[in-house]
């Protein structure tokens, strides 16, 4: 299993607000910055959230990104159908001076 | 407009070799750290390996260690990615990632399409 953990699924009906979390730990999250991407189906990851709570220049302002001690959260507002997709949040791991994702999230538009 | 190419994916045979290479345009390559990500079918994505600007750090994750190595050609704006003794369990697509600064971060500003390497006898 991923070192951040992620809820494999997720959903609501367009206009609702959605939150996807991301669990890690002191070495992860707990001492790191948690940066968000979106992988709409068939393509690559796309950077959404960054710094816990940066959006990128683009990036609706629906989308917000939070981070409280050794978790984060995206939040996602007013879904819409377009927002259907994969999210994974990544953060630097100091223990294993790498990388890490989570599991990611599948995001369904009901 | 940034650009990022990924070449060199196909099928190998398990302990074979194969070199990706990932061509940058549309911002200064030398600046910015690089990353490798790979995603195997149906499954998340999985870190691989990273480099700083000037090549002075470079990490990869366990899984590829010993295996698989990163590096970078600033004159020619490409990155690579050496891959030996090749297993089944390194199939998947293998996507270039620009970092947002120098150094090495989980911050990856932007990403190619991605190339597939298939393992398979």
């Known amino acids: 299993q991923s070192v951040l953990t992620q809820p494999p699924s997720a959903s609501g009906t367009p206009g609702q607000r959605v939150t996807i979390s991301c669990s890690g730990s002191?070495?992860?999250?707990?001492?790191?910055?948690v940066n968000w991407y979106q992988q709409l189906p068939g393509t690559a990851p796309k950077l959404l959230i960054y710094s816990n709570n940066q959006r990128p220049s683009g990036v609706p302002d629906r989308f917000s990104g939070s981070k409280s001690g050794t978790s984060a959260s995206l939040a996602i507002s007013g879904l819409q159908s377009e927002d259907e997709a994969d999210y994974y949040c990544?953060?630097?791991?100091?223990?294993?001076?790498?990388?890490?994702f989570g599991g990611g999230t599948k995001l369904t538009v009901l | 407009e940034v650009q990022l190419v990924e070449s060199g994916g196909g099928l190998v045979k398990p302990g074979g070799s194969l070199r990706l290479s990932c061509a940058a345009s549309?911002?200064?390559?030398?600046?910015?750290?690089m990353n490798w990500v790979r995603q195997a079918p149906g499954k998340g994505v999985e870190w691989v390996s990273s480099i700083s600007s000037s090549s002075t750090y470079i990490y990869h994750a366990d899984s590829v260690k010993g295996r698989f190595t990163i590096s970078r050609d600033n004159a020619k704006n490409s990155l690579y990615l050496q891959m030996n003794s090749l297993r089944a369990e390194d199939t998947a697509v293998y996507y270039c990632?620009?970092?947002?600064?120098?150094?090495?971060?989980?911050?990856?500003?932007?990403w190619g399409r991605g190339t597939l390497v298939t393992v398979s006898s």
């Open positions: 990632a620009s970092g947002n600064t120098a150094m090495v971060t989980s911050l990856y500003w932007f």
């Open positions: 990544a953060a630097w791991a100091d223990s294993l001076n790498g990388v890490v």
């Open positions: 549309g911002f200064t390559f030398s600046s910015y750290s």
């Open positions: 002191s070495s992860t999250i707990g001492s790191n910055t």
